[in-house]
């Protein structure tokens, strides 16, 4: 296992960087925030309401930027989806930081809508979908923790494996 999974079992495991930022911690899991893109249609990246932000679809893109494609439980493992998860979730993150400046602002990530782009027959979206989920808790100990959805599709855009989005709770 790589230091950076073992890493971010430990913070699942034990919370141990809860007090650690988010910036922090996404440092010592050794992950970079990915470039955000702007909108490929005529809608917006984040809608703020009150106190919530809620952001746009995003895919899974490995780091050269390319997206990760094909069908999981066809082309693609259930390993491949859920690191296509975790590419969609720190896209996702990218875009909070662009919103917010400073994801210290995150007061808790609310939930999460997971997209699978499924072979027929395949039934395991949640164990994909963990692939992000466990990032956010990994990223915002407690605070990442959120309801979900984990839906399999015939098709997404670009032939993505999953296309991700999230509610959070935001502080000013």
């Known amino acids: 296992m790589k230091p950076h999974c073992l890493l971010a079992l430990l913070i699942l495991v034990t919370g141990a960087l809860h007090a650690a930022t988010p ?24 809608v703020r309401t009150g106190n919530l932000l809620f952001l746009a679809g995003n895919i899974g893109r490995d780091a050269a930027g390319r997206v990760i494609a094909g069908k999981v439980g066809g082309e693609l493992t259930v390993e491949h989806g859920a690191e296509a998860a ?12 662009a919103e917010l400046g400073d994801l210290r602002r995150v007061k808790r990530i609310v939930r999460v809508g997971g997209f699978v782009n499924s072979a027929p027959g395949f039934t395991q979206q949640p164990a994909v979908m963990n692939g992000a989920s466990d990032l956010f808790v990994a990223v915002f100990g407690d605070a990442g923790r959120h309801a979900r959805t984990s839906v399999g599709v015939s098709e997404l855009p670009l032939n993505a494996a999953v296309e991700a989005d999230l509610v959070a709770e935001i502080v000013d």
């Open 23 to 46: 910036e922090e911690n996404l440092a010592a899991l050794d992950l970079a925030l990915p470039p955000t893109s702007a909108p490929v249609a005529n809608y917006v990246p984040a």
């Open 86 to 97: 975790k590419r969609a979730a720190l896209s996702l993150i990218a875009n909070l930081k």
